[in-house]
């Protein structure tokens, strides 16, 4: 026994002082509330895949529960929870927390604004990620950018619109910074719960219903019943974000934090691809077999949103010089970019 | 002494039984061979931010140093280099060697074929990927996208191209599978070395030269001397590639082989957007400085192109079974999601 002991010790000191031997890292048991009802496709795929992710990154260290609504019951309390550290992270959209905040909400998607391509230059290479940060710090957050819905549809229309006085009373389901433009362009924004969306506009008691795209959409059977399938202006790329509680966060070890950050990162990524993709054969599928009408509004309605969009821009901007810098950082940016997508993206998806 | 002893040992066996000590993970120290020069804009800082990824979410149990050619001197062998283990990666382009395999052409860019987001679409939700790697695995390679230039010009000419008969004979600098496609249209394609370049094209040596995009290209001083920057055809965002040896590859252990590829894609995805940036900041200068016409090939030209494209695309897909399910795949992909790209990212464009 004597011996041994004194061999034990050698040998622990040995390996101590080889640095061969280390104390195994703190596990990490976190949990992660999102928005989205289990199951939703891309958006529940985008947080399952960052989770993942992180566990095999971090070799088992770092585990992640996803919990959907159907758990934590709060689809909007996304901000709430981890603000609080109830839960420690969160995977939701930024726009849902206008009311909390109004500098939040252009952090997803501004009508006429960025497409995706354009967003994610923003966000890395013009001040969008470090402004981000400034703005949810003031609510004890660290977001990322962490999932992207690519250009949604306009919407569905039971009837043409052919100008501008087709547009006037409409009756249309479209929430949001997006319903208030639509609003002042002269429509009626309302409010429908979704589980009721399809019988209102098949019944007519709305005329028109903008939802996500294609693969989303056809869940809900819209192509059924409204022919005319509008192209988007209002959510040119929607960005979701991963939320995390400030001081959980900052207590992680290096590594962790850069593993959380990449992983967030490739999850934007790669929902992009998949929300482009399943849209993509869900709108084959749909055109196969419903007679729908793809149409782009007439200028001068365009134009209307244009205009009423503008000016409830630059009436949020003149509340606070606050939510001005997020508004006018993107309208800067986009400025400099839009004529090279001109010449790059439109051009060639002309000319191919 | 022996008291010591028995406690060290009490000690050392408790934390092995708790699981709370753990020999310390091997180091791994890599190299990476690069294609592109020390510095180079967006090509350089995609291959070190990878590396810099990997670091840093590995705790510093992997270090990966970048060499450029003017260290390992073979900016074309890094195939050869990471096949026979000389270097762990590379960091290139796999249509550089299309000389060795045809089939690995199309994995960085097909002439009026996907843009970036529908080339991601194709390797992360179209096969893609799996395909890269039944390719590469002949090789004795493991390979990830690691990288995309977006949308590449369609180069810099002297005189404005109004009809095809103005493209007969033109010397133009136009490499690889575009070169081919372009002298099978009526140009005739010539190699000048990168530096000799400028001169050629002042003195009219060649008529044209195609390079990158504005970032690159204002670098070589083209606009100072070719009025006429024509809108890209044939790279619709070309994809870079990080290249593993797959023995060195598969030896890893599972959280090291997920670091590499979430930070391979994180490396893709970044230098889309650094280079979307980049070149739209260098176009935005380069416009105020020179007087300089943006043109789009008359439809004659781009005509003769797409009959070129397609004539040698058949003719490569002929030759093998193998290539040809590299060159299929992807044009089924795209006849799938090309509506979709014009629904929606080219109406949106127009539209905004």
């Keep these: 026994m004597r011996y041994l002991s004194v061999s034990a010790t050698i040998i622990l000191f040995a390996f101590l002082l080889s640095g061969k031997v280390v104390f195994a890292q703190a596990e990490y048991e976190w949990r992660l509330a999102m928005s989205w009802p289990k199951g939703t496709p891309m958006l529940h795929n985008a947080a399952a895949r960052f989770a993942n992710n992180v566990e095999k990154m971090s070799g088992g260290r770092m585990h992640i529960t996803v919990d959907a609504p159907g758990r934590h019951k709060a689809p909007l309390g996304v901000f709430d929870m981890v603000r609080s550290g109830a839960y420690e992270m969160g995977h939701t959209a930024s726009y849902y927390y206008k009311g909390k905040d109004p500098a939040t909400t252009f952090f997803t998607t501004t009508p006429f604004g960025m497409t995706p391509t354009e967003m994610n230059a923003w966000y890395y290479y013009g001040g969008g990620?470090?402004?981000?940060?400034?703005?949810?710090?003031?609510?004890?957050?660290?977001?990322?950018p962490a999932g992207n819905?690519?250009?949604?549809?306009?919407?569905?229309?039971?009837?043409?619109?052919?100008?501008?006085?087709?547009?006037?009373?409409?009756?249309?389901?479209?929430?949001?910074?997006?319903?208030?433009?639509?609003?002042?362009?002269?429509?009626?924004?309302?409010?429908?719960?979704?589980?009721?969306?399809?019988?209102?506009?098949?019944?007519?008691?709305?005329?028109a219903v903008e939802w996500i795209g294609p693969a989303n959409d056809e869940k809900m059977g819209f192509q059924k019943i409204a022919p005319y399938y509008y192209a988007g202006w209002h959510e040119p790329g929607a960005e979701l974000h991963l939320f995390i509680n400030k001081q959980k966060f900052n207590a992680l070890p290096e590594d962790l934090k850069a593993i959380i950050a990449v992983s967030a990162k490739e999850a934007s990524f790669d929902m992009l691809s998949e929300s482009f993709f399943r849209n993509a054969v869900a709108w084959e599928e749909m055109k196969k077999e419903h007679n729908i009408s793809i149409r782009t509004f007439p200028q001068d309605v365009l134009d209307a949103f244009k205009k009423a969009n503008n000016e409830l821009l630059a009436h949020i901007a003149g509340?606070?010089?606050?939510?001005?810098?997020?508004?006018?950082?993107?309208?800067?940016?986009?400025?400099?970019?839009?004529?090279?997508?001109?010449?790059?993206?439109?051009?060639?998806?002309?000319?191919r």
Excluded: C
């Design 149 to 207: 819905t690519h250009i949604q549809m306009g919407g569905w229309f039971r009837k043409e619109i052919n100008s501008l006085k087709d547009l006037k009373g409409l009756k249309m389901r479209i929430p949001g910074h997006a319903g208030e433009v639509a609003g002042k362009a002269g429509m009626t924004p309302v409010n429908v719960p979704p589980g009721e969306l399809y019988a209102a506009l098949e019944r007519g008691t709305i005329d």
């Design 319 to 351: 509340k606070s010089p606050y939510v001005k810098e997020v508004i006018e950082s993107q309208q800067i940016f986009l400025a400099r970019m839009k004529d090279w997508s001109r010449i790059t993206d439109e051009s060639y998806l002309k000319l």
């Design 129 to 144: 990620l470090a402004l981000l940060n400034k703005v949810y710090a003031r609510h004890n957050i660290v977001a990322f």
